[in-house]
């Protein structure tokens, strides 16, 4: 439910019980009606300001000051197009002469678009109003009860930035300066990437002519809040009162308080709305009040009439088919005659079950996509496919039993407790890059974990043979009609070659890599794909180590490419905001998936290969139909971009990270965030499910490999109390350091596993459940 926010936005904003005695008496005619309204609409809210207008008195007025013209042209010097940063554009001859002569056509636009603010507001405007109006609210929100702190917090971001927006757009550039430095800081965990932006706008045309600050202007920033925490936020807002952190002072009365709820007061009317829940605060998780906040109205996609609910466009969308890819039936009878075969000729009693894994019995509310519903593909199956199968049965029976949930009831410090750690948590195998000469490369490996690629800045990709054998391409001295069969194909091969190769092709950095699924686990990969800077993906042949293919059509560095699990299709993401759908055998595309408003950073497939995940620097991610080439669900909630995202090998979850420090994980049916889960106190880079869906692995900038619990319900760990006191203290004076929830672990942790010196930049489960990490060791800095 949506909620009207309160209308005053004078530095008197009265109650409303004043305002009740401007009604107009029965007895005024239709003029003075229409004065008195008029006059209520443009501020004049106290009986004696009406009277004194209305009766021409200039009792009380203030005498009209003039701005002298040198003082006029240093206010707004600042407005004058062509400055360059650190140039002091009062010095500029040809500047001055623009404004002075009115031609400058910054100076015009600025004039016709002041609107009603009026340009005596801008001229005689105190910014110090908006950094106490911040100071005052930040001091609220931290002093208010616990229950309502995670409720109050996420409307501080929004205020920040438009201030912040008001300053530099009024030409007060150093105080913007200051304002940003002053309260950026509880602000930069979660916003770190739109922070940084925000500092880079210093003059008024910095704020005009970028996109993300004219969504700010344009758009409603959308904040959930509980009835009695919106009624809170109208209290203080109109009266100064509710909470106050300890030491604060005098507290929120006196002029100056006024003036700064009054500058808060203007940005909730103007560009905030507010999503009114009637959920006692105490029903909701903490963490769950940022879901569904920011500008949402171009966020989702626009069907038939305007959604401001995510909520409501995931219900509308239906429902989806999560089920497993299905397998024809000629190709189960012959992995299943295979099976048999096998397990006679390795006199293994307890092969025989493993025949029945081939048809796993159906998910009980989990909708099962048939033959048709898939992307078109080969009628015929090929011996690679039964290897691929048999060795998929095979991972399965030999793979570790991971439990998280045999660490919920012991202590850890017992020896009960180091074999329950031994059965919950994987083994974790690192591979670390040395001498890395600049910039994060990209990681990834094999399905049977024979290979690791990893991309550089330096636009080659470097590949490693995990079993230390060689890698042998192609001799280039052949003649083709020497080819015949398989035996003298297998004669131009090199011999003796180096266990690692270096593949050269693109010229920009490459930034994502990904092995072809064909073969699975049963044998090595013979595709690699790559994704660079120079607007292309290229496919590799491990068999002649050479590029094949390059794929154009984007018109931007493609940030992330990877292959559908069927093996014919691949998906890219890029700067140009769109996600593309290719085949291997074509350089054209085949979909464009648009509609996020900034660069698609990741991009993954659904494990049956109908829908198509994507994260976006517009803080969301998106699940799309493969072939409609339609959003079929949104899903908001963080705070900063998306950089990483992973299915779920049962397909029914969706994990998603990014800058915000946060993983959140999402039940892709009803489109609905199941938890939140925080530790990383960087970047993460990289996410990763278990083969039972039950565990999940992340990496990222802080030098860590964390695992999570799946399965548990997680939140935030409860404080210790004594008395009615956290610790037996009082409340901490710093709580925007030391409660806010980027800083706890969640109690779905399971441990933490750190390195040296090493972000970790791809982490993989393979079939049976080992897992391998990868990222390039940083130098200690020179002392």
């Known amino acids: 439910m949506s909620a009207a926010t309160p209308t005053a936005s004078t530095p008197d904003a009265t109650s409303p019980a004043a305002t009740s005695t401007l009604e107009p008496s029965s007895s005024s005619n239709a003029v003075d009606r229409l004065v008195v309204e008029y006059l209520r609409a443009r501020g004049h809210t106290t009986p004696e300001q009406l009277s004194d207008l209305l009766s021409g008195d200039d009792k009380g007025k203030k005498p009209e000051t003039t701005i002298p013209a040198d003082e006029l042209l240093k206010k707004i010097a600042v407005h004058a197009g062509g400055s360059q940063p650190g140039q002091n554009t009062l010095k500029s001859a040809s500047v001055m002469q623009e404004i002075a002569s009115g031609s400058s056509s910054n100076i015009q636009n600025l004039i016709s678009s002041i609107g009603p603010v009026g340009a005596e507001e801008i001229l005689s405007l105190d910014p110090t109003d908006k950094q106490e109006g911040f100071r005052e609210l930040e001091s609220w929100v931290e002093g208010s009860l616990d229950m309502y702190r995670p409720e109050f917090r996420p409307i501080l971001f929004p205020i920040f930035c438009h201030f912040y927006l008001d300053l530099v757009q009024y030409g007060f550039k150093d105080a913007a300066s200051e304002f940003f430095e002053t309260f950026s800081t509880p602000l930069e965990a979660q916003h770190s990437a739109t922070l940084h932006r925000l500092s880079t706008m210093r003059l008024p045309s910095h704020v005009q ?9 344009n758009e409603k920033y959308t904040v959930r809040m509980s009835r009695s925490g919106f009624g809170l936020l109208v209290g203080w807002l109109t009266e100064g009162v509710g909470g106050e952190a300890p030491g604060a ?26 999503d009114v829940t009637a959920v006692s605060t105490t029903a909701v998780s903490p963490t769950a009040w940022e879901e569904s906040t920011g500008l949402l109205s171009s966020l989702i996609p626009q069907t038939q009439g305007a959604m401001t ?243 154009r059509g984007h018109q931007n560095p493609v940030w992330d490419v990877d292959w559908s699990p069927m093996g014919i299709y691949f998906a890219t993401a890029s700067r140009d905001r769109t996600a593309r759908l290719w085949s291997t055998d074509r350089t054209s595309t085949l979909r464009v998936y648009a509609g996020h408003l900034s660069d698609v950073d990741c991009v993954r497939f659904h494990p049956n290969s109908l829908y198509l995940a994507t994260g976006s620097s517009d803080w969301t991610a998106r699940l799309w139909d493969v072939q409609k080439g339609s959003s079929v669900r949104v899903f908001i909630g963080h705070q900063d971009i998306v950089s990483t995202l992973a299915f779920s090998p049962d397909g029914r979850y969706l994990a998603t990270a990014g800058e915000d420090l946060a993983i959140n994980l999402w039940d892709l049916g009803s489109g609905r965030r199941i938890k939140k889960l925080t530790g990383h106190t960087a970047s993460i880079y990289s996410l990763a499910f278990s083969a039972e869906s039950s565990m999940l692995l992340s990496g990222g900038a802080d030098w860590t490999v964390r695992c999570w619990d799946v399965k548990s319900s997680g939140g935030l760990p409860e404080k210790p109390r004594t008395n009615g006191l956290v610790n037996g203290n009082g409340a901490s004076r710093d709580h925007a350091k030391d409660n806010t929830p980027e800083n706890i672990e969640t109690t779905d942790l399971l441990s933490t596993f750190p390195t040296k010196r090493t972000p970790i930049v791809k982490v993989h489960f393979t079939p049976r459940n080992l897992c391998l990490v990868a990222g390039p060791y940083l130098s200690p800095p020179a002392r």
Request: proline share 7%.
């Open 209 to 217: 002519g970028d996109e993300q600050a004219q969504r700010f202007r």
């Open 249 to 274: 002072g005098e507290g929120f009365s006196g002029e100056k308080g006024k003036r700064g709820r009054a500058a808060v007061m203007r940005v909730v009317n103007n560009h905030l709305r507010f």
């Open 309 to 551: 609910n995510p909520q409501a466009f995931n219900t509308a969308k239906g429902e989806l088919k999560l089920g497993p890819m299905p397998m024809s039936e000629e190709l189960q009878t012959e992995t299943e005659k295979s099976l048999r075969e096998q397990a006679m000729l390795d006199r293994d009693p307890a092969a025989q079950y493993d025949v029945h894994s081939i048809r796993p019995a159906p998910v009980t509310g989990v909708v099962a996509p048939t033959a048709g519903d898939l992307l078109p593909h080969p009628a015929t199956f090929k011996s690679a496919d039964i290897r691929r199968e048999v060795e998929k049965v095979r991972d399965a029976r030999k793979r570790i039993r991971l439990d998280p949930s045999a660490l919920s009831s012991v202590d850890l410090n017992t020896p009960q407790g180091a074999a329950a750690r031994q059965r919950a948590l994987p083994s974790i195998c690192a591979y670390t890059l040395q001498d890395v000469p600049e910039g994060t490369p990209c990681c990834t490996f094999s399905e049977d974990t024979s290979l690791m690629a990893a991309g550089f800045e330096e636009s080659y990709i470097r590949l490693w043979s995990l079993k230390g054998e060689s890698l042998n391409g192609m001799k280039t001295d052949f003649q083709l009609s020497a080819i015949r069969d398989s035996s003298s194909l297998g004669k131009i091969r090199e011999k003796g070659g180096p266990s690692s190769r270096k593949l050269i092709g693109h010229s920009g950095p490459v930034y994502s890599l990904s092995f072809d699924p064909l073969n699975g686990s049963a044998s090595p990969p013979r595709y690699l794909l790559s994704a660079s800077a120079d607007a292309t993906a290229r496919l590799w042949s491990l068999d002649t180590m050479t590029n094949v293919v390059a794929y």
